[in-house]
């Protein structure tokens, strides 16, 4: 196997690799740190990793890589029942942690160990192959808990390298962003995009336009944000020169995880000059398309098939679309080395994933114009919610919802929502009509249960849910309910 982080070794030590606020870490610093790591987790197969948006996060994955085991990315906002299954599911042997970092209950059981990002280890020979995992991430689904997508070393390495060559990012560049380390956006791409290229990482710990705009001016080169992000952007430019010029003068502003609406990329064009990229990607898959830096960057698109992507669209019946018309629809499958393995311990879901000829899947609906550009039209799935970016299944909430004594029934969908894309909305039959449960201690329960942005933003009560013949929700009915 080649090296994942070929700059910790071979590149100029002195290079700054991470900055994290005040904190930075050269890559002579980052080989000291992680390679201590890599002697702690040696032959630990799964590790999990407490990942806050601090250096010691990046530390530990770089480290779980360079030892050969895979590391297990948890959200530090995840509730007791999410957290749990997470644990349960994924067996790690320890979890890793910040110094410091206070960690809930259900962790209490595994062996700790606190990154110390001064440590000065020594660099471990890599000696695991193309196939093995590197991490496993929490991906919801429909119905029922997340599922463990296993991404093998190779899917890493091969992403990141299509996105160096669409991109044309290279060691010179500076990365800002404010994106969880927990999902593949912000720790793929953010993170170990970065390393991977032998460049720098600014993570601003919490998204702000302002933090956007200090790090911009001051020679960052890309920045990485979700709709929601880019949403805020737009919104604060008409007031805020010194954002406007920031952007100006990146490189590569580049938006994913959902749909950037039209409105904003031409709002952001009018008050910078500059043209936000899409790319699109998926958990299970990485990334898939982009619009490429010296290409038409086409608002409402996500540009091509990187380099080694099979994309294909097909009919509901398997057939494969052959037109590049901008209007035949039809489900986006792809095949790559990009690709996941499994989902962990759920032979059943991946079988179902993948067509007989390897292709998996995606539930996105898409058509392709005649130069070849991939449009993203919806979603097969109307029970799969895109909020701020997250991936949020319905089931999971509403069975959340009904553990909760006051609720007898429930139902969630996403509605529009100009900063959030979607939002999630509760539909509740109440256990007593006489004393509904509070939209607040709905949220709080859902958010302590699961996780904060897995909560409902509104609550809508109703004496009934619309049920067809077979007893079946009718959602689509909840609106006129
Ligand atoms: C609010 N909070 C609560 C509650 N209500 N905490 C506990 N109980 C409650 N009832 C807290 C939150 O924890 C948070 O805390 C703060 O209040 C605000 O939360 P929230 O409303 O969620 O924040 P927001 O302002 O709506 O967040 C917008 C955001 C965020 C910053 C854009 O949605 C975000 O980071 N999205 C990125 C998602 C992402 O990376 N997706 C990639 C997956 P505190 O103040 O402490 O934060 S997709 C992917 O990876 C694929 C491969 C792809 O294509 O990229
Ligand atoms: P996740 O499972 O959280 O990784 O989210 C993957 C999903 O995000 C995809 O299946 C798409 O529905 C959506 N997505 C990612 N990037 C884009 C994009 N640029 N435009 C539209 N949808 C996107």
């Known amino acids: 196997m080649s090296s994942l982080f070929p700059a910790l070794t071979d590149g100029p030590g002195e290079r700054v690799a991470l900055r994290f606020g005040p904190r930075t870490l050269t890559y002579g610093e980052l080989a000291g740190a992680a390679g201590a790591v890599a002697a702690r987790v040696r032959d630990s197969g799964r590790v999990a990793v407490w990942a806050t948006p601090e250096l010691e996060t990046a530390v530990a994955v770089a480290g779980v890589l360079l030892a050969g085991a895979a590391a297990v990315p948890l959200n530090p906002k995840s509730g007791e029942k999410e957290l749990a299954h997470i644990l349960s599911d994924s067996a790690p042997s320890l979890v890793l942690a910040a110094p410091g970092a206070e960690l809930p209950p259900a962790l209490a059981a595994l062996p700790r160990a606190d990154v110390d990002a001064a440590a000065a280890?020594?660099?471990?020979?890599?000696?695991?192959?193309?196939g093995d995992p590197a991490l496993i991430v929490y991906t919801s689904g429909t119905t029922g808990p997340?599922?463990?997508?296993?991404?093998?070393?190779?899917?890493?390495?091969?992403?990141l390298d299509a996105l160096a060559d669409a991109w044309q990012w290279t060691g010179d560049d500076v990365l800002v962003h404010g994106l969880p380390l927990f999902h593949v956006h912000g720790l793929v791409l953010g993170v170990l995009g970065p390393l991977r290229r032998g460049g720098s990482v600014r993570h601003l710990g919490r998204f702000s336009p302002e933090g956007v705009a200090r790090e911009l001016n001051g020679g960052a080169?890309?920045?990485?944000?979700?709709?929601?992000?880019?949403?805020?952007?737009?919104?604060?430019?008409?007031?805020d020169p010194e954002l406007a010029k920031a952007l100006a003068r990146a490189r590569l502003l580049v938006s994913g995880s959902?749909?950037?609406?039209?409105h904003d990329h031409e709002r952001i064009a009018a008050a910078t000059g500059r043209r936000v990229i899409e790319r699109y990607g998926m958990t299970e898959t990485l990334m898939n398309t982009s619009v490429r830096a010296d290409g038409e960057a086409r608002a409402g698109t996500v540009g091509v098939p990187l380099p080694g992507v099979r994309l294909r669209l097909v009919e509901e019946d398997g057939t494969e679309i052959t037109a590049y018309d901008g209007e035949t629809?039809?489900?986006?499958?792809?095949?790559?080395?990009?690709?996941?393995?499994?989902?962990?311990?759920?032979?059943?879901?991946?079988?179902?994933?993948?067509?007989?000829?390897?292709?998996?899947?995606t539930g996105d609906m898409a058509v392709r114009e005649p130069d070849g550009y991939v449009r993203i039209v919806g979603r097969k799935a109307t029970d799969l919610i895109k909020s701020g970016g997250y991936k949020i299944g319905a089931g999971e909430i509403e069975n959340a919802l009904l553990e909760h004594p006051a609720v007898r029934e429930a139902a969630v969908t996403g509605e529009p929502d100009a900063d959030l894309g979607e939002r999630i909305v509760a539909w509740i039959v109440p256990a007593d009509p006489a004393a509904p449960p509070r939209a607040e201690e709905l949220a709080d329960h859902v958010a302590r249960r699961l996780a904060p942005h897995k909560r409902p933003r509104v609550v809508r009560y109703l004496a009934a849910l619309p049920r067809n013949d077979m007893g079946k929700i009718m959602k689509r009915a909840l609106a006129d309910a």
């Open 221 to 239: 080169t890309m920045l990485f944000g979700v709709p929601t992000m880019y949403h805020r952007i737009a919104e604060a430019l008409p007031d």
């Open 329 to 361: 629809v039809g489900e986006i499958q792809v095949r790559g080395p990009n690709l996941f393995t499994e989902y962990l311990n759920r032979p059943d879901a991946t079988a179902a994933a993948f067509t007989a000829d390897g292709f998996f899947r």
């Open 146 to 159: 997340p599922k463990g997508a296993v991404l093998p070393r190779r899917a890493l390495a091969t992403t």
């Open 258 to 262: 959902a749909a950037l609406p039209v």
């Open 121 to 130: 280890g020594t660099l471990p020979g890599e000696r695991a192959a193309d």
